[in-house]
């Protein structure tokens, strides 16, 4: 006997994909602005002269890419409240525990960059006399970012995915609005299909540009 697919269902409660979409971007945006600036600084740091600065940004980056994700939210969320007294509610909780994450994968996007620059540019910037912040704002960095964005845009794309996680902390993003919705109409073919639909529209334009870029720089090499 076939499925009698009710599509109706997903034009009926269209505004509860729209609400799902919002905390999506929301997750998205608080965990990409903390992994931006927190993987940069990670990056710099394993790049240090100094032992006592790369060993403890080598431990961090190794720990959060060796673990999974959702056991670092879940500690983020119940654990970290009982150690320190503080307590985030789940929609931050999810933000700051996917830009820590995430801010470890950065972090060696932007190492990877910068070692990409050729050795003798930066030799003759500390010959003339530039001094490290503004070497790696004027020599290093705008060659870097070249290297930079394919990868970066690809582990972007992987932080959007990993928003659905957050469904475990009962964020109300995407997927836990489907679960939810779901209760509500018994039709989960149908919600889960749209639910894949909407995040291949999200982030096939993204995967779609980082290729984009790599074809278009690898021409012009």
């Known amino acids: 006997m076939g499925y009698n697919w009710q599509f109706d269902v997903l034009t009926e409660y269209w505004i509860v994909f729209v609400q799902g979409a919002v905390v999506t971007a929301q997750l998205t945006g608080i965990a990409f602005a903390l992994a931006l600036i927190l993987g940069l600084l990670l990056a710099l ?3 240090s ?4 600065v790369r060993t403890p940004v080598a431990v961090y980056v190794e720990f ?5 994700a959702l056991v670092q939210l879940v500690w983020i969320y119940y654990a970290m409240p009982i150690l320190t007294g503080i307590k985030f509610n789940s929609l931050v909780s999810v933000g700051i525990g ?3 994450h995430t801010a470890a994968y950065y972090c060696e996007v932007f190492r990877a960059g910068i070692l990409a620059v050729e050795r003798g540019q930066v030799d003759a910037a500390k010959a003339v006399g530039m001094r490290r912040a503004q070497l790696m704002r004027r020599v290093v960095l705008p060659q870097a970012v070249r290297q930079m964005i394919p990868p970066f845009i690809n582990e972007t794309a992987s932080l959007i995915k990993l928003t659905t996680l957050g469904s475990v902390l009962a ?3 995407l997927l836990h609005a489907s679960n939810n919705l779901i209760t509500t109409t018994y039709r989960p073919l ?5 639910l894949a639909v909407i995040f291949a529209a999200i982030i096939y334009p993204i995967v779609y540009l980082s290729r984009r870029l790599e074809r278009y720089w690898a021409a012009r090499s």
């Open 171 to 173: 964020v109300s993003e």
């Open 45 to 47: 740091g394993r790049l």
């Open 49 to 52: 002269e100094s032992i006592f």
């Open 98 to 100: 996917l830009g820590l």
């Open 64 to 68: 959060f890419r060796s673990t999974p």
């Open 190 to 194: 149908e919600i889960y299909t749209a």
